[in-house]
């Protein structure tokens, strides 16, 4: 959607669906201040996007031939007859003129404002520049990029540390993918701008609450509820904040070698992955599983890669085995 947006934006002149976007849908009107409440939904959305791509939109002046002077945001106050509705009245300049009239020999060459009301114009004014005028991104030698769309809609991700939670000697591939998914923001959960047009309540509670990373791990009442059956059966602490901060506090308290914690992140990826299989299982299949099933599943998931692991006869082995109530072997090894 971006990306038709910034082809209209620079109405790139190889492309039939701009050149038919500019004589039928804007006509005399400018990309930038048409009204965003008509149309079809897809044209609507992506109207919707004008202000989250123009700070990061450089109009370059030159002629100005090809920007309109009160509708395009070649000036830092954005569109200004957005701003100063009466500003071509005021100015005697027409609505739909083109910034050129007020450039003279690569100058500005404004008519005298008196009108305090126009004047915050003229204080401000962008440099001329020799040339035609131009439209460039701020970024990426000035070349919008599908990349450059997907990191400004998409949060950073983490730097270091988090990645530790996938470590250990019970860790599941598949688990820890799903887990390292959220850990990024990357799951695809109904809050993305390009799934805006469909339902985005979360499948899993009936509370109405937008599906994000924070509400399903773990504001949600289905999740939640998991993670308390399981803590009631595994005893285990968890800070119930947000999920980015909550992955903090994992990985601070549950690092290193020492098998107890090791089965603590591997307890974290399974369950992540089986809410996140439950969400698709709903909204797809349309079956429902009771919180008392994921929480079997994690644990007995958890239980028999403990069980299938080569771990030494050793303290903390046999409190692991207690915590997750396992019986302890008589031989020597816990294998």
């Known amino acids: 959607m971006s990306r038709h947006l910034w082809s209209v934006i620079k109405h790139e002149k190889e492309s039939i669906w701009v050149d038919w976007i500019a004589h039928y849908r804007l006509r005399d009107a400018s990309i930038w201040t048409v009204n965003a409440k008509r149309g079809a939904w897809s044209w609507r959305k992506m109207l919707e996007l004008r202000g989250t791509l ?3 939109i450089q109009l370059k002046i030159g002629t100005g031939e090809s920007f309109s002077l009160w509708h395009d945001p070649w000036h830092n106050l954005g569109p200004l007859i957005l701003r100063f ?44 520049h020799i040339g035609r005028d131009v439209i460039t991104w701020d970024s990426n030698g000035g070349k919008f990029t599908n990349a450059a769309a997907y990191h400004l809609f998409t949060p950073p991700g983490p730097k ?24 990024l923001g990357r799951l695809s959960t109904m809050d ?19 599906e994000t990373h924070d509400h399903l791990f773990f504001t949600c009442r289905f ?29 601070s308290r549950w690092r290193g070698n020492h098998v107890v914690n090791a089965a603590y992140r591997s307890l974290l990826a399974s ?15 349309h079956k429902i599983r009771a919180p008392s099933t994921i929480m079997s599943l994690v644990i007995e998931e958890v239980k028999q890669m403990i069980l299938s692991a080569s771990l030494r006869h050793s303290i903390s082995t046999q409190g692991l085995y207690r915590l997750w109530q396992i019986p302890w072997p008589v031989e020597g090894n816990a294998s």
């Not at 300049?93 to 005298?112: C, F, G, Q, Y």
């Not at 701008?193 to 609450?209: E, F, K, R, V």
């Not at 992955?273 to 299949?285: A, G, L, P, S, T």
């Open 85 to 128: 509705p009466r500003g071509p009245q005021l100015t005697g300049t027409a609505p739909m003129a083109m910034l050129s009239v007020v450039i003279e020999d690569n100058m500005w060459n404004w008519p005298l404002i008196t009108d305090i009301e126009c004047l915050e114009i003229i204080q401000n004014l962008p440099p001329i």
């Open 160 to 183: 270091v540390g988090r990645h530790s939670l996938l470590l250990g000697p019970f860790r599941i591939p598949r688990n820890c993918f799903i887990l390292w998914l959220p850990i």
């Open 192 to 210: 993305k701008p390009w799934l805006q047009h469909l339902d985005g309540h979360c499948i899993l509670c009936t509370y109405g609450s937008l």
């Open 54 to 56: 123009l700070p990061h």
């Open 271 to 285: 369950l992540i992955y089986h809410i996140w299989q439950e969400r698709n299982v709903r909204k797809f299949q």
């Open 223 to 251: 999740s939640k509820y998991c993670l308390t059956a399981i803590r009631r059966h595994i005893r285990f602490q968890w800070p119930y904040v947000e999920w980015q901060r909550s992955i903090l506090w994992a990985t």
